[in-house]
């Protein structure tokens, strides 16, 4: 009965924005560690973001000042402002939750163009 909703992927130019947002249902709990992942072809599922109940972030290295985690662990929802977009970025984004174990998204696909 868990099911989290991705919204927001789409094509952009290189130099664009999107926004990704994930909300969460039938969770027991809203305290919950919550991040976002990507995929790009040929690679494995790597973390691009996360927030901790506490509010402190984490980022890749290839994201750090384009990319903003946001959440509300009581509404079970978290989102990704993604600026500066670039090719590099185009992969299957997905939307997690994690308190002990791990929820998913169905991912949503995110294409820049250059």
């Known amino acids: 009965q868990v099911q989290l909703v991705e919204s927001g992927g789409g094509l952009v130019q290189a130099g664009g924005s999107l926004r990704l947002s994930c909300a969460a249902s039938?969770?027991?709990?809203?305290?919950?560690?919550m991040g976002w992942y990507r995929q790009a072809p040929g690679k494995q599922r790597e973390l691009v973001a996360a927030?901790?109940?506490?509010?402190?972030?984490n980022y890749a290295d290839s994201v750090k000042g384009r990319f903003t985690i946001s959440g509300d662990n009581a509404k079970n929802t978290v989102s990704l402002q993604m600026n500066s977009l670039k090719p590099e970025d185009t992969a299957v984004y997905y939307c997690?939750?994690?308190?002990?174990?791990?929820?998913w998204g169905q991912g949503t696909q995110v294409t820049v163009s250059s």
């Open positions: 927030i901790s109940t506490f509010g402190s972030t």
């Open positions: 039938g969770l027991t709990f809203g305290s919950y560690i």
């Open positions: 997690n939750f994690r308190q002990g174990s791990d929820y």
